[in-house]
């Protein structure tokens, strides 16, 4: 046995009627496209066939921490009492403190400025709606903020995060869906268990990256439809990631892909998904 059993999953994102067939896609988001960047046909077994994996007790540990976070955030910033979410977990408390500490200016609300966590966006674009939620907004009169904060270890590579769907699509949505020129916008990642303090990598924008962006995002979204007509028509499942990739020694599907150890010189022993494939819980 060199691969997990997969479990039916309930799936927000497709509806599918009594004899299982695609009905138009709503919602997408960043780690969708991420995956369907990654690997189409992963994309497929999770989104559209509906197949869910198992993750490790030490990954729900980290999805669950990562969550009450957030949630912690978000309760600070509407002014809501967070002492019941702190006094068990000094932890928590730790880093929360942690950041303010370190980024007082973001965290400390000033005047003529609208602020907003958990602020959520969605953008039509060839039929699909591109959602994002932001972790906090802060518009002034000349420029936006995005913020995240981020509960992993912070990136050796800028590099990895500047190609992050999530960077681009956070800051093309927010292009297209506001007044604000694309030279006025900026992402920042706050990664909150750095040591000795959190650390930042901020992004800014401009009309060329913003087109870039468009173009990638057109050319994605025209084969995922493509892609999704042919399963839906004639069955022929999305396209695998090359071998080449080294991207199957870790996944979950390798059996379902024919994708195995007597086909991979270098599986790993370790059978579960990565972290990155799971999607971020929205509040
Ligand atoms: S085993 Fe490989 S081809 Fe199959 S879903 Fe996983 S990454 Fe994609």
Known sequence: MTGVSVFPLTNPYFSMNAETALLPLTRLSQGQLNLLETCPRKFQHIYIDQLGVPISPEQQERVTWGSRFHLLMQQREIGLPV???????????????????????????????????EHCRTLNFQSFLLTVIYDLLIEDENSAQILDWKTYPQPKDRQWLAKDWQTRLYLYVMAETSDYA??????????????????????????????KTRQDLTTLLA???????RYQCDRIPFPQVAESRNRCHDCSFGVRCQRTSESLPSRSKNLLPNLADIQEVSL
């Open 83 to 117: 002492d019941s979410l702190v006094e068990e977990d000094a932890q928590l408390q730790h880093y929360v403190t942690a950041l303010v500490n370190a980024a007082p200016e973001i965290l400390t609300p000033a005047p003529q400025t609208f602020r907003e966590s």
């Open 223 to 229: 084969q995922l439809t493509g892609w999704l007509q």
């Open 182 to 211: 694309p030279e006025q916008l900026s992402m920042s990642y706050w990664f909150v268990k750095s040591n000795p303090q959190p650390q930042s990598l901020k992004f800014t924008y401009n009309v060329l990256q913003h087109e």
